[in-house]
């Protein structure tokens, strides 16, 4: 069996080489978000009740402006319940234990259904699906960054969270990856037997935290990498001029001048995408 698992990750890693569109869209972590990534994994926030830890988590979740969301299992959709619940803010990672919680309590859902904050997840198709039908939530004000992959790449093919993570971030993914979540027992998998173990938080954090991340990488990275270059070339409009009193009469409140470097008609990696 190890064998075998050790094969797919080979062939994955295999198929990505060869794509034509991934060197494009490879954005290897920096020294200091590994430093980052690790000091988070070491305090993430376990909530088992509606408690203070539970109202503190909720009150950062308010305060972002996006957020990183991961339901488990969510493979299933609608045939399967959260297990659990995990969300990465800019400060903290909470693990929201859905199972032993009974329910989602009605803060928790009307943060998953307002527009804000922006929810960043991955495959919110079956996401959306197993929240509408399993617990009647709506969600609500989010970005999928499988889409922002497709859109990036220009190529449709399935990628899971730890196989876009991988790809994208330049890490491998036998080390995204632990046995308590490709092997020993489904109920493991699933995050539905109790405890939960320490491999399954660290893998739940480093998804959850990498997520957001990728989700950055790609957005700002490659999809809106037209419009930054416009911006750059925008922001010089006035530097360009070396004396004081030659920019000075195109500084008018009123002044046009550097709006023909803004395309309006701009479209980003999506208007290219085939049908």
Known sequence: MADSDDDSVASFKTAEEISPSREKTIFPLMSHELSSLERKLNRIVYIQQADAAYHK?????????????????????????????????????YVFDIQALGAFFPELKKLLEDKYPRK????????????????????????????????ARQDKSACSLPEAISSVLNIPLRELLSDEVTGVSESR?????????????????RMAILQHLMHDRLTFGHICAGMQRMSATFSQSFCRFRNGCDVAPYMGP??????????????????SLPK
């Open 120 to 151: 960043v997840v991955h495959y919110s198709h079956r996401i959306s699906d197993q929240l509408f039908y399993k617990h009647q939530i709506t969600l609500t004000g989010f970005s999928d960054t499988f889409v922002a992959l497709c859109v």
């Open 57 to 93: 988590a909720l009150n950062d979740m308010r305060d972002q402006l996006s957020i990183s969301v991961i339901a488990e299992p969510s493979l299933y959709g609608r045939h399967r319940p959260v297990a659990v619940l995990v969300v990465a803010t800019a400060n903290q990672t």
């Open 189 to 205: 998998q699933l995050f539905t037997a109790r405890p939960l173990s320490g491999d399954q938080f660290r893998f739940l954090g």
């Open 254 to 271: 009123k002044s046009r001048f550097g709006f023909q470097y803004i395309d309006t008609y701009y479209k980003s990696a999506v208007g």
